[in-house]
T-cell receptor, first 113, second 113 residues
Framework: QQQVKQSPQSLIVQKGGISIINCAYE??????FPWYQQFPGKGPALLIA?????SEKKEGRFTISFNKSAKQFSLHIMDSQPGDSATYFC????????????FGGGTRLMVKP | DSGVTQTPKHLITATGQRVTLRCSPR?????VYWYQQSLDQGLQFLIQ???????AKGNILERFSAQQFPDLHSELNLSSLELGDSALYFC????????????FGPGTRLLVL
């Protein structure tokens, strides 16, 4: 019940295109869903996050879409740039249970110039 | 730069040995989380401390232990090391356990030979 499944494992997108990464979760107690970006040799950095009371959140070129009934959420990167090439992790946590993050398996994104 | 510091950056040791990884949280953050990142297991939560006390445990082996000191820095102790313990170990911090945003340090890369 703690698993978060992420797809695809890898993604190649042309510069200017839209990158879409999907995640699904089992545990209905999860109430916080962040996305992290990780560059080689660095720690994960928070990109954007959403709570289940909203269906969409947008920050710049990054948008999270959230479907509570389907227990799915996704990250959309608009106008993808070579600098966006990194590994992206979705995660989920339960705020009143310590807030430890359960991560998806990661998606390695490559944006071709 | 997240403001979370971890030392050392790299660590090479032999099987059966013991090592200590150190983490200093962001100024003002009281909660510290430890995560392990490996190729086969992905990013996994190990343990959480809040203001010196253990708050939550995840998939942490009995050979591993941690503590948080009065100055809020934390140490993760790994003993009787095995080849499979080779991984990246991240520390993250947040203001409080129920504060959602966790800021990750740059990690310690442990190689057990």
């Amino acid at each position: 019940q703690q698993q978060v499944k992420q797809s695809p494992q890898s993604l190649i997108v042309q510069k200017g295109g839209i990158s879409i990464i999907n995640c699904a979760y089992e545990n209905t107690a999860f109430d916080y869903f962040p996305w992290y970006q990780q560059f080689p040799g660095k720690g994960p950095a928070l990109l954007i996050a959403i709570r289940p009371d909203v269906s969409e959140k947008k920050e710049g070129r990054f948008t999270i879409s959230f479907n509570k009934s389907a227990k799915q959420f996704s990250l959309h990167i608009m106008d993808s740039q070579p600098g966006d090439s990194a590994t992206y992790f979705c995660a989920a946590s339960t705020t009143n249970a310590g807030n430890m993050l359960t991560f998806g398996g990661g998606t390695r994104l490559m944006v071709k110039p | 730069d997240s403001g979370v510091t971890q030392t050392p950056k790299h660590l090479i040791t032999a099987t059966g040995q013991r090592v200590t990884l150190r983490c200093s949280p962001r100024s003002g953050d009281l909660s510290v989380y430890w995560y392990q990142q490996s190729l086969d297991q992905g990013l996994q939560f190990l343990i959480q401390y809040y203001n010196g006390e253990e708050r939550a445990k995840g998939n942490i082996l009995e050979r591993f232990s941690a503590q948080q000191f009065p100055d809020l820095h934390s140490e993760l102790n790994l003993s009787s090391l095995e080849l499979g313990d080779s991984a990246l170990y991240f520390c993250a911090s947040s203001v409080a356990p129920l504060q959602e945003t966790q800021y990750f340090g740059p990690g310690t890369r442990l190689l057990v030979l």
